[in-house]
Structures are given as C-alpha cells and as structure tokens.
C-alpha cells in the first residue's frame, strides 16, 4: 500500500504536491473530477477565489492554489473551478503541510451553492408578492379614505356604501345607476364607457337594454362632456340615430373623469323637471367617487390577477426545480449504473468462465479429499458470480429510465428489489418485516415508485441508531393501493416540514432536504398522497395511497 493510498477512501478530491511544487498524488476522486488535469501550473490557471483579490503585482494573490502552497500554515479558501466548456463548479479548498508535503482536498459544494441561489430566487418572488400585497392594502386606504368624504348628503352615503362594500367596477355602476334612478325617477340609466373619438359603448344598464351598444352625441353635448359639464336637456332621442321618444323627456348626462382621462358617462332619462342647480353638487361628487372607484376597481383586479399569476408562477418554478434536480439525479444514476454493470460484466464472464473449466479440471483430480476440497471452494465462487449477476440486474431495473409510460408492476416485487439495494444499510443490523397482501397488477411508474421506496426505507434505517426492525405493509383495498412502512428510530421533530424542498433532519452535507419532496411530487404525480405518523424516540410510519385504476 503506497503512502498515500489512504486518501482513494476519501469522498472529496485530494491532491499532494512536494516542495518543488511537483505532483506526488492524485486520489481516484481527484482523476475522475478533473479528468483533463495536466499539470499544477495549468490546474492553478482554472481555479479562482469566489471574490477577487486586491489589485497586486503578485500572482500568488490571485492563484488560490500557490496561496495555499506559500502560506506557511494550513489553508482554506472557497474558489471556482472553470473547465474546458466554460462550466463553473464551486469547492472548499483546504490544505494541510505534513512535512515536505502539502495536501490539498477540494471538497463539492456545487449542488449547495446552486440551490442557495434558487432559493435565493424564491425569496425575491416572495418579496414581490408581499409589495403587490401591501399596494393592494394601500389601495383599498385610498378608497376607504375617499369615501368617508362623501357622507353629507343620502345618494353620496349610499354610493359610498356601495363602493365600500365592492371592488367590482360592474356591481358599483349598477349599484349607482339605480341609487341615481331612484333618485331623479328615471325610466332609463345606463353607463358607457369612452372609446375612440367621442364614442360610447353601453356596458351597463338598470334595464339590461341595449348592452355593447355604440352610441353616440351632437356637437353641443360633446363640447360640454370634455369641458367636463353636467349636462340636463329636454329631448325627444337619447343619442343619435336612437328611436324617438313619444313625448319630450329629461335627458341627464354625467361625464365620469380620473384625472384628465374620460372614462365613460352615465345617462339618465326621466319624465321629471329636473333643476340642475340643486343637483349639481350631489352629481359632480358622484361622478369624482365613481371615477376613483372605477380606477381603483380595475387596478385591484389587475394587482389580484397579478399576485394569482405570481403565486402560480413561484409553484410552478419550485415544482420545475424540483423535477430538474430529480431527472439529473435520476439520469446521472442511469449513466453511472449502465457504466458499472459494463465494467463488473466483463470481468464477470471472465470469471464465470475459468469456474467452469476449473470444475472440469477438479474432476479429473485423484485425490478424493483434494477434489472434494475444491469442488466446494469452486461451488462458492459459482454462486458469488451469480449473485453478482443478480445486483447487476436488480440495479439496472431499479434505473430503468426508459420507462416513461404508465404500465401495470407487481409492487411487491418493487418494495424486494428496493431491499436488495439497501441491503448494506440494513444487513446484521435491521430486521425487515414483510406483510405482504395479494396485491394485482398496479399501473404505475415503477423506477419513480422504487425511489419513493428507497428515499423512506433509507430514511427509516438511518432513523435506527443501533439495531431496529422496519415493517412493511402492503394490501389492495376499495381499489386503492396502500403501502405503510413503519421503523423503530428515533422520530421526527417536525412531521409537518418534511415535505418541504429544503428541510432536512440530517447533519450539514449529510441531506439535501429534497428526497421526501420528489417522493411527494412522484405520489401527486400518481394522483396518490403519502402521510406520516410520528412519536419522537418510538419511531415513524409513512403512508403511501395510490388509486388502483
């Protein structure tokens, strides 16, 4: 075993440089992350410090790796690593001085970083909504405000009651209409909204007559609405080109302002002599009350779609964040395993091959003892490589990425490939209860189901500090598939977290807080739902429905 063999254990990529800045090692991790290193001088060129060091004629203050190797004592430095395809990745870089050598382990962070950032990005959504949400408070002060204003007179409460009470333009105007028609004992009141040049379209009516109609006035009545004029007339048509009427009326017409902008009219028409001066004020307050709600309406309605919008849009980028990271995780498995089973393969049939001429060999032995020795010897590496064949199988179907289509799968079958796989988390430590039911044919996902299985059965035995029992249970029941798996462990804080993107009950780089997460996704993703029981120091026990058809 060389010196530094030890290092090829460790999970983060080591390197160990002599006093002559010469490479002495490099770990497996290190050779298969920075694949294309060729020497120290250029590796230092791809690496830089996260913030830029100060303007300096020495490039040892730019080159964490030479400030590590100068720096008498131990090192550590959080840097960026830029391959060959402009791709960034982030370490933390420590060094340690043994004597002549100096060792340095770069430890990933890349996934780590990636996610503060998207969370980071969540945060700001959040933010976002909370301003629109405070603008809408904001809003609706202003109207309160506005309306406590218009209290003197019966018509101005009324209306003001009515705006109070709704922020939709179309129950305010229909509410004012008939406060208004009531008042001056009009037969006709309708409001139209302005469009184009000195143009009308009906939008709402106490009579539900003529709607989306376009109308509109002569000259006079167009002079007095931009000068902003209440307008009271005797006339026999309400418009131009409308029907006439059989006998002279009272046309009112009240122009609705926001500012410098028209935003429509309200037209009355009654059989009563109206006398504009007593009415006057009554009618330029409401028209001042209506242009503000109307503005404010819209506005709310706007800022409420927006906030929907928003609030969708930040779902739909945590569900897509989620999904990203699961199918890279899923692919990069897929790639790792196909990889795997290639290279145990190969050896394998090498193997499998010289145990089948070492059995013909061994029969042709004298020595009944000597033969019966190895006939044994040679039976254990037969079914060795058999098992090795079975692990290679049971890995691949657990990958099967191909499976992108919804088809039937025994599920019971898919719980006992997930414990072969996690067989070293649980072997001589976890007793593994199978209460199996007769279970049909379930039409699934199987690859996603089996990392649900394997996500919780995980969880469940690093629940179990010491020895433990996980018991599993599976029955088909009014058409519904039911899975509960139950572990001896040590509980869980805070059940009502554990599916949020992020939380994790594990040490710092230990979990990623996103597994129970994407198991959750997988279960809605089967039109199921999964649940948990918890008692802290008894144990946990999930609990996974999913429809049968």
Do not use: W
């Amino acid at each position: 075993m060389g010196k530094f063999d030890l290092f090829n254990k460790f999970n983060s990529a080591v390197i160990v440089l002599n006093e002559n800045k010469e490479t002495v090692f490099r770990n497996n991790v290190f050779k298969r992350v920075f694949f294309d290193f060729e020497n120290i001088k250029k590796f230092s060129h791809k690496l830089n410090y996260e913030v830029c060091a100060l303007v300096s004629n020495d490039v040892t203050v730019h080159s964490p790796v030479l400030q590590a190797f100068k720096s008498p004592q131990d090192f550590s430095a959080h840097v960026t690593y830029q391959t060959a395809g402009n791709e960034y990745f982030y370490y933390d870089m420590n060094t340690t001085k043994k004597g002549r050598y100096c060792i340095i382990v770069f430890t990933d962070v890349t996934a780590k970083i990636l996610l503060e950032k998207t969370i980071q990005k969540n945060q700001n959504f959040q933010r976002k909504i909370t301003l629109l949400e405070n603008d809408n408070k904001n809003l609706s002060k202003i109207k309160l405000q506005a309306q406590s204003q218009a209290m003197k007179l019966l018509l101005l409460n009324n209306i003001s009651n009515i705006i109070r009470e709704s922020i939709d333009s179309s129950v305010i105007l229909n509410s004012a209409l008939e406060e208004l028609a009531q008042m001056f004992g009009a037969f006709r009141a309708y409001y139209a909204a302005a469009f184009g040049d000195m143009k009308f379209l009906i939008e709402e009516s106490v009579e539900k007559k003529d709607v989306n109609k376009t109308i509109y006035f002569d000259k006079n009545i167009n002079t007095s609405i931009n000068l902003r004029r209440v307008s009271c007339v005797s006339c026999l048509k309400e418009y131009v080109e409308a029907k006439p009427f059989k006998e002279l009326v009272q046309r009112i017409i009240l122009p609705i302002y926001h500012l410098n902008k028209l935003l429509g009219i309200i037209v009355l028409s009654t059989k009563q002599k109206i006398k504009l001066d007593d009415t006057l004020e009554v009618l330029n307050g409401v028209s001042s009350q209506l242009g503000n709600a109307i503005v404010q309406a819209e506005l709310y309605k706007k800022n409420a779609q927006m906030v929907k919008d928003l609030t969708c849009t930040l779902k739909e980028l945590q569900d897509t964040q989620l999904k990203l990271i699961n199918s890279e995780k899923m692919a990069s498995l897929g790639q790792l395993v196909a990889g795997v089973a290639h290279e145990i393969n190969t050896p394998v049939a090498s193997i499998k091959s010289n145990n089948e001429i070492i059995k013909k060999l061994i029969a042709q032995i004298d020595n009944q003892e000597l033969r019966e020795l190895l006939q044994e010897v040679n039976g254990i590496d037969k079914e060795a490589i058999e098992r090795i064949n079975r692990l290679v199988v049971s890995l691949r179907k657990f990958v099967r990425l191909d499976e992108a289509e919804l088809q039937e799968a025994d599920i019971n079958k898919e719980i006992d490939l997930t414990l072969d796989l996690i067989r070293h988390e649980t072997k001589n430590r976890i007793d593994i209860i199978k209460n199996y039911g007769e279970i049909p044919p379930v039409k699934c996902y199987p690859n996603m189901l089996n990392q649900v299985f394997m996500n919780i059965l995980v969880n469940a035995a690093h629940a179990i500090k010491d020895k433990g029992t996980i018991t599993i249970d599976t029955e088909y029941k009014k058409k519904n598939l039911k899975v509960k798996i139950k572990d001896t462990g040590c509980g869980i804080k805070e059940p009502d977290k554990i599916f949020f993107a992020g939380y994790t009950t594990k040490s710092s780089g230990v979990g990623t807080g996103l597994g129970l997460a994407i198991a959750q996704k997988i279960i809605e993703k089967h039109k199921g739902k999964i649940e948990v029981k918890t008692k802290i120091n008894k144990g946990s026990e999930f609990c996974i429905t999913i429809p049968g058809e």
